[in-house]
T-cell receptor, first 112, second 110 residues
């Protein structure tokens, strides 16, 4: 069965620290990959997506992610986090016409 | 403004009392879906619809029904809610691979 794993459930960082959130998926075929962000009390918003081409994808608010096919990974990165990045982050994978599967989410807390 | 709307945003009900959560999108998207979000479990798909009159079960469909009589609307129906359906519900519409989420409906079943 297809699955998406986010191993970090809660990450706590200080402002200006670098961020990397892990995402691994299990599916052998062609995939589309997404990172969504959910700020406190709000709905999910798309941060970035990968469909094809350059495996290093740049998104909004200074986030980027790298698709490494051999590792089935799509890790999210940001060189210097801000307090306003406090949110929950979800990785998602689309592998068929109908299914988008989400990871369990990583809660990011930033100390001011 | 392109958006997905849900109503109500908050709902407290009792076990067994039928309820409907409405979802509407103004982007003319064919694909719509419902998710529930629970702590530590992420988002799980309840039902999806690929077009008018075409619906199918997601990963956790038990206890839910949907209908798609018009392209813009995709209501979620709980015929006999139970406490384990207490959750945060999101409707989404999709174009290509990108989903657009509604603001969420927080449901408490007593």
């Amino acid at each position: 069965a297809q699955s998406v794993s986010q191993h970090n459930h809660h990450v706590i960082l200080s402002e200006a620290a670098s961020l990397e959130l892990g995402c691994n998926y299990s599916y052998g075929g062609t995939v589309n990959l997404f990172w969504y962000v959910q700020y406190p009390g709000q709905h999910l918003q798309l941060l970035l997506k990968y469909f094809s081409g350059d495996p290093l994808v740049k998104g909004i608010k200074g986030f980027e992610a790298e698709f490494i096919k051999s590792k089935f990974s799509f890790n999210l990165r940001k060189p210097s986090v801000q307090w306003s990045d406090t949110a929950e982050y979800f990785c998602a994978v689309k592998s068929s016409a109908s299914k988008i599967i989400f990871g369990s989410g990583t809660r990011l807390s930033i100390r001011p | 403004e392109a958006q997905v709307t849900q109503n109500p945003r908050y709902l407290i009900t009792v076990t067994g009392k039928k309820l409907t959560v409405t979802c509407s999108q103004n982007m003319n998207h064919e694909y719509m879906s419902w998710y529930r979000q629970d702590p530590g479990l992420g988002l799980r798909q309840i039902y999806y619809s690929m077009n008018v009159e075409v619906t199918d079960k997601g990963d956790v469909p038990e206890g839910y029904k949907v209908s798609r009589k018009e392209k813009r609307n995709f209501p979620l129906i709980l015929e006999s809610p139970s406490p384990n359906q207490t959750s945060l519900y999101f409707c989404a519409s999709r174009e290509g691979g990108t989903q657009y989420f509604g603001p969420g409906t927080r449901l408490l079943v007593l």
